[in-house]
C-alpha cells in the first residue's frame, strides 16, 4: 500500500486544518489506519485510529473533542480533522495502514504494516 499524505501547513491557535490519506496499490477497505504525530524532541504518539469500516475509532487523550478521524473507503482516503489546534499541537503527521488489528477492529500502537511520508503541522500561538 502507498499512502499519500496533504492538508498539513501553518495555521493559528484555535484553527483548524484536515489532513489527507490517499491509498494506493491495495484494497484500501482490507486495512486499519491509523495518524500518528511526532514533535521535535518527542516520541511518535498515536493521535487517532479507525477501523476497516470506519465503525469504530480511537483518540489519544491529548486530542479527544478536538480531532476526528474518518475514512471514505470509495475514495481509498481517510482523513483528519483537527479543530481548535494548539501550538502543541505543532509536529510532522503521519498516516498509516495495517493489517493485524485487535478484537476493536484498530490496530495495536504503533504495530503498522504502511507509513506514509509526512506532513508538517505548525500552528502559531
Known amino acids: 500500500v502507498q499512502l499519500q499524505v496533504s492538508g498539513g501547513g501553518l495555521v493559528q491557535a484555535g484553527g483548524s486544518l484536515r489532513l489527507s490519506c490517499a491509498a494506493s496499490?491495495?484494497?484500501?477497505?482490507?486495512?486499519?489506519m491509523g495518524w500518528f504525530r511526532q514533535a521535535p524532541g518527542k516520541e511518535r504518539e498515536r493521535v487517532a485510529a479507525?477501523?476497516?469500516?470506519?465503525?469504530?475509532?480511537i483518540y489519544a487523550e491529548s486530542v479527544k473533542g478536538r480531532f476526528s478521524i474518518s475514512r471514505d473507503n470509495a475514495k481509498n482516503t481517510v482523513y483528519l480533522q483537527m479543530n481548535s489546534l494548539k501550538p502543541e499541537d505543532t509536529a510532522i503527521y503521519y498516516c498509516?495502514?495495517?493489517?493485524?488489528?485487535?478484537?476493536?477492529?484498530?490496530?495495536?500502537?504503533?504495530?503498522?504494516?504502511?507509513w506514509g511520508q509526512g506532513t508538517l503541522v505548525t500552528v502559531s500561538s
Open positions: 498509516a495502514a495495517g493489517s493485524n488489528t485487535n478484537w476493536l477492529g484498530v490496530v495495536d500502537g504503533n504495530e503498522y504494516d504502511y
Open positions: 496499490g491495495r484494497t484500501f477497505s482490507h486495512y486499519a
Open positions: 479507525i477501523s476497516r469500516s470506519g465503525s469504530y475509532t
